[in-house]
């Protein structure tokens, strides 16, 4: 059993930026990567960055690719997601997801909103 926290989301201009975390609580050792997924209005779930929970491996979206930047802190069971330059159709619900041997787990997600 695992249980995800997002927090970090929020109201922003374009151009600003916001740093999302991720707290994981349960049975963290047989995760194998986290990342953060979002779902704008009308729109399907899209996986935005991942991260191994060993090594250095990571993952972006092409849309995002320099512009968020996806980090853990292992000693926290804290994935974050910085999110700079931000853009309007950056606005989505933003979930944090953990990914183990046998299970999918999802945080409630957390809303982040560019205005233009």
């Known amino acids: 059993q695992m249980r995800l926290v997002e927090s970090g989301g929020g109201l922003v201009q374009a151009g600003g930026s916001l740093r999302l975390s991720c707290v994981a609580s349960g049975s963290i050792f047989r995760i194998r990567y986290m990342g953060w997924y979002r779902q704008a209005t009308g729109k399907q779930r899209e996986l935005v960055a991942r991260?191994?929970?060993?090594?250095?491996?990571?993952y972006y979206t092409d849309s995002v690719e320099g512009r968020f930047t996806i980090s853990r802190d292992n000693a926290k069971n804290t994935v974050y997601l910085q999110m700079t330059s931000l853009k309007p159709e950056d606005t989505a619900v933003y979930y944090c997801n953990a990914v183990g041997a046998s299970a999918d787990y999802w945080g409630q997600g957390t809303q982040v909103t560019v205005s233009s």
């Open positions: 991260i191994m929970m060993s090594g250095t491996s990571t």
